[in-house]
Every structure is written in structure tokens, then in C-alpha cells.
């Protein structure tokens, strides 16, 4: 699963290490196996998505969100894994030069804010005075 790989929490299982100490020992040239296998978990993520064939094993999608997820070529990328340090800028890279466009939200609760008020905004002008 790729929350096993992917995650905080992945990398303290997997490496014995936070993900900030993994930041720390980060080196460009060759990046850390770890940072590898990371970015190949989310690009094979991407591509199931693209391809229809997601697989959960809790809340599993139904064929109307497999549907209409398959279109994507944007990826968000949340939370510290995906958006703070080295491991946030090499996952961005790998992503990108996968094809895909990615956006880094480096504040969640704003930007979910922001998010709804922008929608909000858009619903009122469409209502009937």
C-alpha cells in the first residue's frame, strides 16, 4: 500500500528514521534509494488512477470515481512528505517528469479555506437573487 511507503510514518519503518533525520541525510547525487522507491510508489499511484485500476482496501472507489479520476494530470502533494525539504522537492521532480503538473499545498487548512470560499463564492453568484 502506498501509505506503507509514502508516508511519515513510512519512512519510520521502513528506515528506522524520521522523515525530517531522511531530509537531513539527503544527497542530490545519487538520491537516497529510499527518495527512489518513493517516487516510484506515487507515479505507480498516479498511473493506476489514470488506468482505472485502483485498488483500496478500505473505502474502495466506485466505477463513477474511477471514472472520472482517470482524466487527471494534475497531482496535489500535502502534508510534510510532499511538501517540505529535499524529499518534497525530489518527489515534485520525479512526478513532473512523469507528466504530470503538481501543486504543492504547503498549508492545508488555508488553502481548504480558501478552497471553499472561492466555491462558496461561485455558488452565490449562480443562485437567484
Given at each position: 500500500?502506498?501509505?506503507?511507503?509514502l508516508?511519515?510514518?513510512?519512512?519510520?519503518?521502513?528506515?528506522?528514521?524520521?522523515?525530517?533525520?531522511?531530509?537531513?541525510?539527503f544527497?542530490?547525487?545519487?538520491?537516497h534509494?529510499?527518495?527512489?522507491k518513493?517516487?516510484?510508489?506515487?507515479i505507480?499511484?498516479?498511473?493506476?488512477?489514470?488506468?482505472?485500476?485502483?485498488?483500496?482496501?478500505?473505502?474502495?472507489?466506485?466505477?463513477?470515481?474511477?471514472?472520472?479520476?482517470?482524466?487527471?494530470?494534475?497531482?496535489?502533494?500535502?502534508?510534510?512528505?510532499?511538501?517540505?525539504?529535499?524529499?518534497?522537492?525530489?518527489?515534485?521532480?520525479?512526478?513532473t517528469?512523469?507528466?504530470?503538473?503538481?501543486?504543492?499545498?504547503?498549508s492545508?487548512i488555508?488553502?481548504?479555506?480558501q478552497?471553499?470560499?472561492?466555491?462558496?463564492?461561485?455558488?452565490?453568484?449562480?443562485?437567484?437573487?
Amino acid at each position: 500500500m502506498a501509505e506503507d511507503i509514502l508516508s511519515g510514518r513510512g519512512v519510520l519503518s521502513n528506515l528506522n528514521m524520521t522523515a525530517k533525520e531522511l531530509n537531513e541525510t539527503f544527497a542530490s547525487d545519487p538520491p537516497h534509494e529510499y527518495l527512489v522507491k518513493m517516487a516510484d510508489v506515487g507515479i505507480a499511484l498516479i498511473q493506476a488512477i489514470k488506468s482505472g485500476h485502483v485498488t483500496k482496501k478500505n473505502f474502495p472507489w466506485t466505477e463513477e470515481d474511477t471514472t472520472q479520476a482517470k482524466p487527471i494530470n494534475h497531482v496535489i502533494l500535502g502534508g510534510s512528505i510532499g511538501t517540505k525539504g529535499q524529499i518534497g522537492r525530489y518527489l515534485k521532480e520525479r512526478i513532473t517528469i512523469a507528466g504530470f503538473h503538481v501543486h504543492q499545498i504547503e498549508s492545508p487548512i488555508l488553502d481548504t479555506i480558501q478552497g471553499l470560499n472561492s466555491h462558496y463564492l461561485k455558488l452565490k453568484k449562480s443562485m437567484p437573487n
